[in-house]
């Protein structure tokens, strides 16, 4: 269910002259200050793991360059990806090409780019590298099911924790160099006991590995899967790592950690700015039907599985029974049911919260109603000065 928050009516009136500088369109406001801020917060949890931006949570230039500028690396799973990365100028030695299945050209543009570390997870994906095995280095994707995740990535990717020894052997008999094991422990993981799980399991084989075949597993890759506050607040990101800290903690010392954060990074720096465009009385309800849905930047309630928190602005303190629909003439395009609202008029802005993360980046222009236009805010050397913005009724 979406958090509704009710902020005083004239707290709208920042969003109103946003939305006027944008001839009233929808919008989605990227601020780069907050996506910083959670880049150090996700920093300084995991002290000495090195975090590789997940690229397909918010594909956006600024994105690139905010954290390019904070010295963060990329993973990339796709040749679009890559071009993003390149029209920024990213470091190619500074990413690592994610997607445990690749067709020949996706391998090729990779390695034209500078990319040279590859995620595998079965034999016929080692198999595709043996005529590039001089240039690469391979990790092996381990799957971790979690059902407590909404977003459980265990399923349609990685190989079975028994499976990894003969993976190694296999990949050493052809040549190629197996530099260490990934995993996904879930997007938006509930807790963090999946990661540690995963770790625990992955330091097993990197000894199993080393006992059996003389080979040095000497990179672990944690994947995703940090939480963002949806239906419910965000767990302090610091408490969420202690455990996966403790964990990583007993690895041997020669195994380098990374991360491959998406959600966490960018979920809560990005912010929907949607007008009422009609409403109706129903017998159920008073509906609203606003200019952007779930065809659009409220996608992610689809695909995602996530339910955005919602800010309206009014000063009438009864509320009554509402639902918020997306524009489409579709019937499966409703933003949130059975939730209360004070009565809201037609031009009345409704703002979604935590909205960065696999939103824009799933939006359809279905109906052919325009994706909602992203509005860069307070990005470092771009010239703008900085707006003191998204303070108003923010939920964690
Ligand atoms: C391979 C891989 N890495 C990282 C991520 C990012 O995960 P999260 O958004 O949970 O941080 C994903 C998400 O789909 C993924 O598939």
């Given at each position: ?6 902020e005083?009516?004239?707290k ?7 939305l006027?500088?944008h001839?009233g369109k929808?919008l989605l ?5 907050k996506l ?7 920093q ?6 090195e975090?590789?931006?997940a690229?397909?949570?918010l594909p956006?230039?600024?994105?690139i ?6 010295g963060?690396?990329?993973d990339?799973?796709t040749?679009g990806?890559?071009e993003?990365l390149?029209?920024?100028g ?7 090409h994610t ?7 996706d ?8 990319c040279?570390t ?10 595709k590298?043996?005529?590039f095995r001089h240039?690469?280095g ?5 799957s971790f099911p979690n059902?407590?995740s909404?977003?459980d990535l ?5 190989c079975?924790?028994e499976e990894v020894?003969?993976?190694?052997q ?5 040549g ?6 990934s995993?996904?422990a879930g997007s938006?993981?509930p ?6 799980y995963?770790?625990?399991?992955c330091a097993?084989?990197i ?15 944690i994947g ?5 506050g949806y239906?419910?607040?965000?767990p302090?990101i ?9 964990a990583l903690?007993s690895l041997p010392?020669?195994v380098?950690v990374v991360?491959?954060?998406?959600r966490?990074?960018?979920a809560?720096?990005?912010t929907a ?6 409403k109706a009385k129903r017998?159920?309800a008073t509906?609203?039907y ?10 992610g309630q689809?695909?995602d599985?996530a339910t ?6 009014s ?5 009554e029974s ?6 489409t003439?579709?019937?499966i395009?409703?933003?949130a ?6 009565p809201?008029?037609?031009?009345d ?6 909205m ?5 980046a799933?939006a359809?222009d279905?109906?052919?109603?325009e994706?909602?236009?992203i509005v860069?805010i307070?990005e ?15 939920p964690?």
């Amino acid at each position: 269910m979406n958090r509704v928050c009710i902020e005083p009516a004239a707290k709208a009136a920042r969003y109103h002259r946003l939305l006027d500088e944008h001839q009233g369109k929808p919008l989605l406001v990227l601020d780069c200050d907050k996506l910083e801020q959670q880049y150090h917060g996700l920093q300084n949890a995991l002290p000495g793991v090195e975090l590789y931006y997940a690229i397909k949570a918010l594909p956006h230039a600024a994105v690139i360059r905010t954290l390019s500028t904070l010295g963060a690396c990329f993973d990339i799973a796709t040749s679009g990806e890559i071009e993003l990365l390149r029209e920024q100028g990213a470091n190619p030695r500074l990413t690592m090409h994610t997607h445990p299945i690749k067709r020949d050209r996706d391998i090729r543009d990779a390695l034209r780019f500078g990319c040279t570390t590859f995620v595998v997870d079965n034999i016929y994906e080692i198999e595709k590298f043996v005529e590039f095995r001089h240039r690469v280095g391979l990790l092996l994707r381990v799957s971790f099911p979690n059902p407590r995740s909404p977003v459980d990535l265990s399923r349609k990717f990685g190989c079975r924790v028994e499976e990894v020894p003969l993976l190694v052997q296999k990949a050493q008999e052809l040549g190629l160099h197996i530099k260490g094991l990934s995993f996904h422990a879930g997007s938006q993981s509930p807790d963090s006991s999946n990661h540690v799980y995963a770790i625990e399991q992955c330091a097993a084989l990197i000894e199993q590995v080393q006992q059996q075949a003389g080979k040095l597993l000497s990179i672990l890759d944690i994947g995703g899967g940090f939480p963002v506050g949806y239906d419910k607040p965000a767990p302090d990101i610091d408490t969420f790592c202690a455990p996966i800290r403790a964990a990583l903690a007993s690895l041997p010392e020669h195994v380098q950690v990374v991360a491959e954060p998406g959600r966490y990074l960018v979920a809560p720096a990005m912010t929907a700015v949607s007008t009422v465009m009609g409403k109706a009385k129903r017998s159920d309800a008073t509906w609203y039907y606003l200019d952007d849905g779930v065809y659009g930047s409220y996608s992610g309630q689809i695909y995602d599985h996530a339910t955005y928190p919602l800010t309206v602005f009014s000063d009438i303190e009864q509320t009554e029974s509402a639902v918020i629909a997306g524009p489409t003439c579709d019937s499966i395009d409703v933003v949130a049911e059975g939730i209360e609202l004070p009565p809201l008029n037609i031009g009345d802005v409704v703002i979604g919260r935590q909205m960065g993360a696999y939103t824009a980046a799933s939006a359809t222009d279905f109906n052919l109603f325009e994706r909602a236009t992203i509005v860069v805010i307070n990005e470092k050397g771009a010239g703008e000065g900085n707006i003191v913005f998204l303070d108003a009724g923010t939920p964690a």
